[in-house]
């Protein structure tokens, strides 16, 4: 559960059920994970704004997660935390361009 499930869940598309599971996790994380975890959950409520049209929301969502998942570059407990910020700036780019339905997220794995 936690972190394995809240990105199975970014993944379906399923945001506010992702940011539910990520922020049950990020209670419970050690205080070095509690960013990481709280940008992933930015990155979930990001693109559940973009999807109910709320650009102020998702623009703002999109600068939180970047700020917080910057220091766990370039991978960090499996993720590719680098391709993870390249799809949210190429969000937030989309979002300054002005528009509303934003290219799937997907969390890849790190090798």
């Known amino acids: 559960m936690g972190l394995e499930r809240g990105l199975e869940l970014i993944g379906e598309g399923a945001f506010f059920e992702a940011h539910e599971e ?3 996790a990020w209670r419970a994380a050690a205080a070095e994970e509690r960013d990481f975890l709280q940008g992933l959950v ?3 409520v990001a693109w559940y704004h973009a999807s109910r049209g709320n650009r102020t929301g998702c623009e703002r969502q999109l600068e939180k997660a970047a700020r917080r ?31 509303h339905a934003l290219a799937r997220v997907s969390i890849r794995r790190a090798e």
């Open 69 to 99: 998942l910057a220091p766990y570059r370039p991978s960090y407990r499996g993720v590719d935390v680098d391709d993870l910020l390249a799809q949210v700036g190429a969000a937030q780019e989309a979002v300054a361009r002005g528009v």
């Open 22 to 24: 990520l922020e049950d």
């Open 42 to 44: 930015h990155v979930a």
